[in-house]
Nanobody, 128 residues
Framework: QVQLVESGGTSVQAGRSLILSCAASGEEIRTYCMGWFRQAPEKEREGVAI???????YLSDAAKGRFTIARDNGKAILYLQMNDLKPEDTGMYYC??????????????????????RGQGTQVTVSS
């Protein structure tokens, strides 16, 4: 059983930085494709970042240049470093995971919202 627990969300002012963490557990979780997606009120879910076991990061256009995704396979933790936060980054951020044998290349952040496993989310609020 895969379990994902996010933490690190809070309220910050625009321009500040924030690091989200996702503690993962479950058999073979370290081989899974993992990523982050977010959802703002009354908006669709949006894939933000994705990373496979190879450690190569892929970011959405909205995240490029400001966000970084990283994973510590030893500790089974996924991170999302967010810099220069903007009010439009406000939303619930979710960690998600998917078996690599079901997805193929782990490269498209747009797939993350549909991953098989997700956490409960952590709220990020950015004020101007």
């Amino acid at each position: 059983q895969v379990q994902l627990v996010e933490s690190g969300g809070t309220s910050v002012q625009a321009g500040r930085s924030l690091i989200l963490s996702c503690a993962a557990s479950g058999e073979e979780i370290r081989t899974y494709c993992m990523g982050w997606f977010r959802q703002a009120p009354e908006k669709e879910r949006e894939g933000v970042a994705i990373m496979g076991v190879d450690g190569v990061p892929y970011l959405s256009d909205a995240a490029k240049g400001r966000f970084t995704i990283a994973r510590d396979n030893g500790k089974a933790i996924l991170y999302l470093q967010m810099n220069d936060l903007k009010p439009e980054d406000t939303g619930m951020y979710y960690c998600a995971a998917h078996p690599p044998w079901l997805i193929g290349p782990c490269r498209n952040p747009g797939l993350v919202p549909d991953f098989d496993y997700r956490g409960q989310g952590t709220q990020v609020t950015v004020s101007s």
